[in-house]
């Protein structure tokens, strides 16, 4: 057999890794293992296994790892606190500040000198330009928690909205976006539940009407797992990671998060007409 032939085999395996990387959501991960065991693959598995990396988004699931995140997360959820507008608020604020330092750690730093009253001290600081990004209103508390960290940052507002029809279905629309130009910039994208993953996709091809950016960081505190999958299928192929706090098993008959916590929105600003 050539180095660049397959088998039956190869596929079988290949196939595997596939159908692992979706149910994982964790594809990073995977590679690494990949990479570990290559000796077990053919060249040619192993070539088609590089391509779905490459092509794959990769997603970060902070509620995953034991952490004070998990307590704000249960917070954020528990019909007991929720009746707290102000906790609530301060939770998502809470949570957007742990995504703002873990994602802190993905950019390029450089050294620089920095002048103490006692002499001088070597730095390595971040050299990215950021734009935080959010859609309205419910990403607002969550927007402010990446802010404190990104205190230098510009921003970026974007309007989207369910439409509903008489028989109960929606579809979302855009209204507006107010965004400086994302040019070569890292922009932080968004919003507190991410259902079915439509209204992300809309602001996301929203925002490049404003430039190109260097990466995309899509941010949710809870999502569907659908509506990762959508993210990921829509968007793929395109320089974006997710970072999720939480990621729930379905959508009910209304496409809301179950177990999710509600509507974000009406809980951190009263119910809407």
């Known amino acids: 057999m050539s180095e660049l032939s397959t088998t039956d085999s190869d596929n079988s395996t290949l196939y595997s890794i596939y159908k692992k990387s979706k ?26 296994a590089q391509l779905i990396f490459k092509y794959d988004i990769m997603v970060h699931t902070i509620g995953d790892n034991n952490s004070l995140f998990n307590q704000f997360i249960a917070e954020i ?6 009746n707290d507008p102000l906790r609530f608020r301060r939770n998502l604020e809470r949570v957007g500040e742990i995504f703002a330092y873990e994602i802190s750690k993905t950019f390029n730093y450089s050294e620089k000198d920095v002048q103490t ?16 990004a959010s859609i309205l209103r419910a990403g607002l508390p969550l927007h402010n928690g990446l802010l404190n960290y990104f205190d230098r940052s ?48 809309l602001a996301y091809k929203a925002l490049f009407t404003k430039g190109t950016p260097k990466h995309v960081h899509i941010v949710s505190v809870i ?18 990671t997710l970072w999720m706090g939480a990621i729930d098993p379905e959508l009910n008959s209304k496409s809301y998060i179950v177990p999710g916590c509600g509507d974000a929105g009406d809980l951190a600003f009263g119910a809407k007409l």
Do not use: W
């Not at 009253?117 to 935080?132: H, R, S």
């Open 223 to 240: 999502a569907s797992a659908e509506g990762v999958e959508f993210v990921k299928e829509k968007l793929a192929g395109e320089n974006i």
């Open 154 to 201: 510009e921003n970026a507002f974007i309007s989207a909205y369910r439409k509903y029809n008489e028989k109960g279905e929606f579809e979302i629309k855009f209204e507006y976006i107010s965004s400086p130009s994302i040019d070569g910039k890292v922009v932080i994208l968004a919003d507190p539940m991410l259902a079915t993953g439509s209204s992300m996709e």
């Open 23 to 48: 149910r994982t959501l964790n594809t990073r991960l995977l590679e690494k293992t990949v990479k570990k065991h290559r000796e077990y693959f053919s060249r040619y598995t192993y070539i088609c």
């Open 77 to 82: 959820r528990d019909v007991n606190v929720q």
């Open 117 to 132: 009253p006692l002499g001088t001290a070597k730095m390595n600081l971040p050299e990215d330009e950021v734009v935080v």
